[in-house]
Nanobody
Framework: EVQLVESGGGLVQAGGSLRLSCSVS????????IGWFRQAPGAEREGVSC????????YLADSVKGRFTVSRDNAKNTVVLQMNRLKPEDTAVYYC??????????????????WGQGTQVTVSS
């Protein structure tokens, strides 16, 4: 069974940094995309980033470009979302998801098969 576990959320002041990790286990796909999403209270879920397991093709949403980076460590089956220069509007529950549709780096897949439980990120002003 595929499992994704996010970690690294917390409370940080505006301008600070957090590092989110997504640990993947049980995947039988030879290649896949990991997507990062966030959802603030009362808001729709927003795609933040995605990365392809095999070649690190990646994409960042305009709202986080220049502040966030995404990377993967295949040896550890982990994907990291490094969040710098955080803003109060980045406050949300962050989720990672795994899907068999592959990103080329120009955009992120729309469909994911498995989801993590989420981790809270709170940025105070």
């Amino acid at each position: 069974e595929v499992q994704l576990v996010e970690s690294g959320g917390g409370l940080v002041q505006a301008g600070g940094s957090l590092r989110l990790s997504c640990s993947v286990s049980g995947s039988r796909f030879d290649d896949y995309s990991i997507g990062w999403f966030r959802q603030a209270p009362g808001a729709e879920r927003e795609g933040v980033s995605c990365i392809r397991r095999s070649d690190s093709s990646s994409y960042l949403a305009d709202s986080v470009k220049g502040r966030f980076t995404v990377s993967r460590d295949n040896a550890k089956n982990t994907v990291v979302l490094q969040m710098n220069r955080l803003k109060p509007e980045d406050t949300a529950v962050y989720y990672c998801a795994l899907g068999s549709h592959l990103t080329s780096g120009n955009s992120c897949p729309q469909w994911y098969d498995y989801w993590g439980q989420g981790t809270q990120v709170t940025v105070s002003s």
